[in-house]
């Protein structure tokens, strides 16, 4: 399971008017607190306020109402220990909604363990205002503890935290801090958010304590002079197989497609599919990302099984680059890498930045943005097809044949780039391919098909010295005979070049 990155400011407000109000102030990151509202005004405060985040590309955590929240399709919830008893924690899994849970003792963190939780949250650190807690305040050693205790899992503080406690409390250990009274009972709530954003951007990159590499082993330090960067991985797994498919079949007017595939593909690294025409790649693709559904079988993706209630989700967690690309004509190159990022509804800032971005990554001209697809080249194409997969920051990969239609030169430019991109962004990457050298390429591991089924998989080197069936030499001899009509040619051109 993936877990997430929390903005380091956790605002918690008690109604979709502040909401409103705060979101324009750069809020990322927000939780919705009601109490004692009749269910009609519950639903219709979560409703609002899933509508305010989406728009403002911020993340909405819904506190204590699990149901409303699944109902409204939200996708994150806060429980306390109470709520606990009665959540219904496979049914929110299934959903693909993510839960935060409440920890004030050891008791309470062990039990909220259990459930697996996608962030903790401890508190309160210091004295709370608003609500008379059982619990004496924890104090920013705590919190040290509890994240050598957690480990990767997010750790988010509450609790009497103030602008000025803020970036002690971040310093000890938290990864996010929750802010509620120093908000909301300021003179100037706006003003004081936008200073809570002003002294926190940043600093899930860039901590302060010079011992973190003790709390958290998996990150880097870096010295620059007075102040040490500790440069965290972009996302943490909890799990190594990201899409595990289990004894999946698909069948098309009686003809099988695939026949009874299990296999799984590690996070992070790249699987190459490769084999002949209709042997079944671009199927298992297109059951990955739930284009098709399976006739047997199941298929998980980062242990969420991939279902009807839950293919929309997990759809957002990937991005897809079919054949030649599959661009709308009628959309210019920024329309076509735009379009899922105007579905969920991102402001314009967000949109011109990631697109920034995205042009660097890919080295895509940016004056060349405005053009439509016909006015660009083969590789320019692909590369907004590439920039499209990744505008959403996805973490899973899908490309069918990305290559197949390029010339030889742009092709080989392109895969200098793409490994380069893959070795960047630590995507996990599929990549269907008919070229057993461009496999071997890109892939961590290969996976040979044949007929539906998969014939042998492993790393290239298995497929030559240890071929699992005599189809695997036939397939690897066969592209060999290929390579060896160059093979002398090449060595005398590049002598000559010496």
């Known amino acids: ?194 200073d809570f954003v002003a002294a926190t951007r940043g600093a899930t990159a860039s901590l302060f304590s010079p011992s973190l590499t003790q709390r958290l082993p998996n990150c880097q330090l870096i010295d620059q002079g007075r102040d040490t960067i500790a440069v965290l991985p972009a996302r943490v797994y909890r799990d190594a197989d990201m899409i595990r498919l289990e004894n999946v079949t698909k069948t098309y007017n009686g003809s099988l497609a695939v026949d009874d595939v299990s296999l799984t593909i590690d996070q992070g690294k790249t699987t190459s599919l490769i084999g002949p025409s209709g042997s079944g790649k671009s199927t298992l693709l297109s059951l990955m990302i739930g284009l098709e559904r399976p006739d047997q079988g199941q298929i998980t993706i980062d242990s969420q099984p991939l279902l009807q209630s839950s293919v929309l989700n997990l759809r957002r967690r990937m991005g897809y680059v079919i054949q030649d690309g599959g661009l709308f004509p009628h959309l210019t190159a920024r329309e076509n890498v735009c379009l899922m990022a105007n579905e969920a509804r991102w402001p314009p800032q967000q949109r011109t930045q990631r697109l920034s971005e995205l042009c660097t990554l890919t080295r895509f001209p940016s004056d060349a943005l405005d053009r439509y697809p016909a006015e660009l080249s083969g590789g320019q194409r692909q590369r907004i097809s590439l920039m499209r997969a990744l505008m959403l920051d996805p973490d899973i990969i899908l490309m069918d044949e990305p290559l197949g239609a390029l010339d030889p030169i742009i092709k080989a430019d392109l895969q200098d780039d793409l490994k380069s991109i893959f070795t960047q962004l630590g995507k996990t990457v599929v990549l269907v391919t008919h070229d057993l050298g461009e496999a071997a390429f890109f892939g961590d591991t290969i996976i040979l098909l044949r007929k539906g089924r998969i014939v042998q998989q492993g790393k290239f080197r298995d497929l030559v010295d240890r071929p699992a069936e005599p189809f695997t030499t036939r397939f690897v001899e066969a592209h060999f005979r290929r390579g060896a009509i160059f093979g002398n040619c090449a060595v005398n051109f590049t002598a000559r070049r010496m």
Not at 23 to 43: E, M, S
Not at 77 to 98: F, N, P, S
Not at 163 to 169: A, C, D, F, N
């Open 1 to 194: 399971m993936i877990l997430p990155v929390l903005d380091p400011f956790y605002l918690i407000v008690d109604s979709a008017a502040w909401i409103a109000r705060l979101l324009p102030c750069g809020v990322k990151l927000v939780q919705l607190r009601i109490k004692d509202k009749p269910r009609q005004t519950i639903q219709a405060e979560i409703e609002e306020s899933k509508a305010l985040c989406r728009s403002y590309g911020a993340q909405l955590v819904i506190n204590d109402y699990w149901r409303e929240a699944m109902e409204a399709g939200c996708d994150f919830v806060h429980l306390g220990q109470g709520d606990l008893e009665t959540a219904d924690l496979g049914a929110l899994r299934k959903a693909v909604i993510r839960v935060g849970i409440s920890t004030h003792s050891d008791k309470e963190l062990s039990r909220a363990l259990e459930a697996k939780p996608d962030y903790l949250a401890l508190g309160p650190i210091y004295r709370t205002i608003l609500k008379a807690m059982p619990f004496e305040p924890q104090g920013l050693a705590r919190i040290g503890e509890w994240k050598r205790k957690i480990g990767a899992i997010p750790l988010v503080a509450i609790g009497g935290i103030t602008l000025e406690r803020i970036k002690g409390v971040l310093a000890a250990g938290a990864d996010s801090a929750a802010v509620v009274t120093d908000v909301i009972m300021n003179a100037d709530p706006e003003q004081r958010v936008r």
